[in-house]
């Protein structure tokens, strides 16, 4: 198992092309948000605008839209009641992260269906938070494994696994891993994440994160990170990788890092690693 | 009557278990804010996020839902009216605070009487404003009075105990907690607790700490405390005089003090009393 | 004409005293905001609140509870239209202000015409805004003139006065002050205020200001002002000169001074010169 | 082909005349935001308030008007099916904006056709984003070309002009400007302004600013350049030169500058220009 490092920024966030327009850098799709976790889907939208994507829909309950916009007006918004407009918004997106606040209800299981159905063979596709667990309970495939990334705390981990969270290790989640052929992130004070290819383990992060919506915007990220940077399996690990960066340096003046100011700090320390060799 | 210290502060903010999750630092559950008085239950959710609490419920009108998510979407929301969604929310919760903006009709009642009968003993409650108000005029009993807080200010201690403002003093206040065996913190300009034991006076507070939104910003940091920190006792006596540490901090430059500055300066206050032996 | 200095502000901002609660600094309740113009009544309650008003309840249209809940949760809320809460809060209150964002439609001169009937001889009102256009328009009669302060721009003050822009000047407008026996803040580009026994000549202010909600702001701290301090010629007198002191401040940086950035600034200067000799 | 240099910002951010009021800096009306792009009118507004101008009113789909006063209440709101009091504002405009988020459909055309045919001989107007698909689509005419200004991105002006985007250059966009007989602002990396007597190129911006958004606030500032400022050739360089120097400035520190950030820094940059020879 390798062990994230710096390097893994460096690599990953190079200076943008010059010549560049806002198509450039993605098209990310978002899908959560019921009326209880709406503060979820916002709080991922807040990560992947501020990590860079192009652009950036969020397909959610109607009642999240005003104070979503409030907050971030850089995004659009979608009724997740319209299935024509969430038919056409899914077609063009580079990446689709649904999950976040999505609820377990007939309706978000009908939403992961659709994205299930549609994401195409260029198309990454994030499932997150609620998302994870409908898809254990009801025992969905994916589309395109290889091209899929869950992002479960332990507990999800084990819904969908079928490990329990004593018996997570390296090999039973590699195990795991191989099975399912799509890439895997698993949340703890010291995440891992589990590719393909190779597993990762990231030394950073730190018990000032543990709160609610920490998740949510590392989903954010890494769907941020997808849209924009070729090497998708070096994107995830850049994205965990920065978000425990963040998190341990605001955690030195913070007893409880808010989810939000991990999002508000992005652009300062993605120039930060561009700029570095 | 014992007279707090910063002690109490170094010892009750301790650093975080390196190994940990948001459910370690407890589940609050926030119930309040009418139409008229939805800015209570806001500023009391900011305070309870940002004093650590692992995971936030809000229980309040709907049309509070939007403008509590553009400030703070790391909180999670839930109707007051949707019954069924309250019992599960009430069930996993650690900690439950009830009256801020809660307001005084039928319904409000209702609510009130719902947490009452419901309260475990595992569970911590803290009645707050209306609250107060309510469980004083329709001479409701309380299921676990040594789990539970009273925050009342002089007038609501007023109509608890019966003792007219100009005749509370030490003697009458201690007299009436024993007979109500909950813990109790009178506000007024030098805030006193009353808890099973003990009774203490909190030193610090200014009058520029005297506007609308102090008390329920106070609520808000006891809930917090009393999620994450085992001592209760401790726990709510550190809240209070956290409070009116920080309140004390902002009046040297600020003529009144806002109580959401003093929200937005917990997470910064809590760590320096976290590296303080 | 006097004109005023920074003496105004040392007299009026005293410390505030030791032994007080939120109800020492007055209950303001502020009036105005339908659908076009709510953003008028949310600024003025930022200023209200800012320059340190003890309790602030604003009535206006219910589509602006939402908006100046999310920036302001110091708030109180009632809907225009409910008129049995509307009794109730003015009852209750120390200073009423109506007029920004207002509007000029029925429901508006019945606010109006409420607010001039209920005002008692020890509550203050301050008329701003469409506030000035329908009294003059409908030719309406204050109850309590002496305990009334009208703050019109110059084409407001013409309406009201019947004296053309141009011809306004110290002694017509002492003249019509004399008839009305209100208190006027007539707000130029140096700003002048006419009171019972004397006039007043503002010396600050800049181009800066000239911008959508500055006079807004100015309503919202001249009512702030009179709902904490005594002496309420002076009171007026201090809240106009500090929102051109700030607004020169602000100025030497920015080419346009945003009106909420005066409100935001409240605190700090409010108690700069309360430490002032 | 000029190149634009920071003597467009000296020659145009002049200081503000000592004697003046908010009309003074002009009456801006900005029209756009369905459902799905509320957010690219919000930055609009929020870029045409933070420079200058003097009154703002936006007509926006109705569910806008809440996230939009959360974030600037310094402006006044409209719902975009009040035709009546639509054509009331229209009528006092000194410069109209149409088409940030403005969308496709058969209200939005009507939108553009009532502006189009009520523009007078004095009044400016911006023809931005979907304002300039539906103008294309429809074929539709201007009333003034010559205080006209397009502001395209390159799809939009193969779109508008026919011109595909790889045979766009100097030439072939003079050319069809003639034809048009309005201005045009080609974006690209390289942004350059087609005006009856001169084109210009601007040499700043940056990829960083390749996000959503970025064009919506540029539009806002033109909007607000047009209102106070009075050779208006000159006042549209200057703010696409301010647009891009910003953004240059913030993207040393952001690997994305948000587009709101920009707007945010427009009164200090504005006031730099304004002191400077």
């Not at 978002?30 to 992947?48: D, P």
């Not at 990231?202 to 940077?229: E, I, K, S």
């Amino acid at each position: 198992m390798e062990i994230l490092s710096e390097a893994i920024l460096t690599n990953v966030i190079n200076k943008r092309p010059a010549i560049s327009h806002k198509g450039t850098f993605g098209r990310a799709v978002l899908i959560g948000g019921n009326q209880q976790y709406g503060g979820a889907i916002m709080m991922s939208a807040e990560a992947c605008v501020k990590s860079g994507a192009g652009l950036v829909t969020v397909i959610t309950q109607k009642d999240n839209h005003a104070p979503l916009h409030a907050r971030l007006p850089e995004v659009m918004v979608v009724d997740w009641e319209d299935e024509k407009l969430i038919f056409q918004v899914l077609e063009s997106a580079t990446v689709i992260l649904i999950g976040p606040g999505l609820g377990l209800d007939e309706h978000s299981l009908k939403l992961l269906k659709i994205v299930l159905s549609l994401q195409t063979k260029n198309q990454w596709l994030v499932i997150d938070g609620s998302g994870i667990s409908l898809f254990a309970q009801e025992a969905l495939s994916l589309t395109h494994p290889s091209h899929t990334v869950f992002t479960p705390h332990q507990m999800e981990w084990q819904r969908l696994s079928g490990i329990p969270i004593e018996q997570q290790n390296e090999q039973t989640n590699a195990t795991f891993q191989q099975k399912l052929q799509a890439n895997v992130i698993v949340k703890s004070h010291r995440t891992e994440i589990y590719t393909i290819k190779e597993s990762y383990h990231c030394p950073l992060g730190n018990p000032a994160m543990a709160t609610g919506g920490t998740g949510d915007t590392l989903a954010g990220m890494v769907t941020g990170f997808l849209a924009q940077f070729q090497n998708k399996s070096d994107a995830i690990c850049a994205a965990v990788y920065l978000h425990s960066y963040i998190g341990d340096f605001l955690a030195e003046d913070n007893y409880v890092v808010l989810p939000t100011t991990i999002s508000a700090a992005l652009p300062h320390y993605m120039q930060y690693f561009s700029n570095k060799d």
